[in-house]
């Protein structure tokens, strides 16, 4: 049975467009700068309810709901938080964020465009990180590049029973450069590149867990970790796909979040070395904490390491469906 346009959208959690809102007009502020655009005028643009509270605005429609809250970068879309680049802006009772915010984030999640190749969503290349010499992160006898393997055979076996092809930058213990990674995905002309990861800090942080997913930093921006308020300017390969990384990375966050009921840590912006040199659209995957013992446990299981390739396959899968229904 075909789909209708609407319960497409309430299946996938994403917005239908209105016609109003394929040319939207706003003439941005400044700020320091930077041009920001005020939320209630872009949320009507785009067809929402408005439903400011204080400090805070909600916009609703009947499909998407995004949750801002003044001088923070974290917004709930549909309730799976995403980092902004900037903090929003409180001024004189509204709440601004940044047009790159705004074009970059949110715009390509209500309305992502059509992919340039206009060729689908068929080969998918799974990195299981690190390998060989690089055993990642090594917490008492448990090696990252160990389970990242693992995990990446799991997702390959999903994915061919889904109708994807797969192809991995590794099958097996052995160094494999960063560089000959997105490599391999180009000569391939893959149309997808997940690159799987563990995350794990230092003793004194074990209490930290949870699921992050990682998409490239647009240009201009800083990425999520960083202390600085600006970034580069250079626009690397990976920036030519930043609408459909932001929507690839939603769709992975919400379903790892949602079907691990992990910590939601969020879709933060990297410049990692990978997803700058991906020449198709890219995530990075952390799939838990290796240094949180509770977490740690489940991550060396079979049966959790199943729930985790199932998560990242849906994200994957609804990724292609928005594609396709668009
Ligand atoms: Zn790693």
């Known amino acids: 049975m075909r789909a209708t346009a609407l319960s497409l959208c309430l299946l996938l959690g994403t917005a239908v467009p ?8 706003l003439r941005p502020v400044r700020f320091g700068g930077k041009p920001y655009i005020n939320l209630q005028t872009w949320g ?29 970068r ?14 929003v802006l409180p001024h004189r009772d509204r709440l601004y964020a940044t047009k790159l915010d705004l074009e970059k984030t949110l715009e390509p999640l209500l309305k992502p465009p059509l992919l340039p190749s206009n060729k689908g969503v068929r080969l998918v290349v799974l990195d299981p990180g690190h390998g060989g010499k690089d055993p990642g992160s090594v917490v008492g006898k448990e090696a990252e590049k160990k389970h990242t393997l693992l995990l990446a055979f799991e997702l390959k076996k999903i994915l061919l029973q ?33 690159s799987l990861h563990y995350n794990s800090l ?54 790892l979040v949602s079907q691990l009921k992990a910590e939601d840590r969020g879709l933060r912006r990297a410049r990692f070395v990978v997803l700058r040199n991906a020449r198709m659209p890219a ?26 390739a199932a998560a990242i396959a849906d994200g994957i899968t609804a990724y292609r469906k928005r594609l396709e229904n668009r």
């Open 18 to 25: 209105t016609a109003k809102a394929l040319s939207p007009s």
């Open 162 to 194: 889904r109708g994807f092809r797969v192809l991995m930058t590794r099958t097996r213990d052995e160094t494999v450069s960063l560089t000959k990674r997105t490599e391999i995905a180009r000569l391939a002309k893959a149309d997808l590149y997940v």
């Open 202 to 255: 230092g003793r004194r942080t074990s209490a930290v867990k949870g699921v992050e997913v990682y998409v490239m930093t647009p240009s201009g921006a800083p990425s999520t970790n960083s202390r600085s308020n600006g970034g580069t300017a250079r626009v690397y390969p990976g920036n030519r796909h930043d609408a459909w990384n932001v929507l690839l990375g939603y769709f992975l966050q919400r379903n």
């Open 44 to 72: 009507k643009t785009w067809g929402f309810g408005i439903h400011p509270s204080r400090k805070a605005l909600r916009l609703q429609s009947k499909w998407t709901r995004i949750e801002f809250k003044g001088e923070n």
């Open 283 to 308: 995530a990075l995957v952390e799939g838990g904490f290796m240094s949180a013992p509770d977490e740690a446990r489940k991550i060396y299981t079979a049966s959790y390491r199943r729930k985790i």
């Open 74 to 87: 974290l917004v709930r879309f549909n309730g799976t938080k995403l980092w902004l680049s900037f903090p």
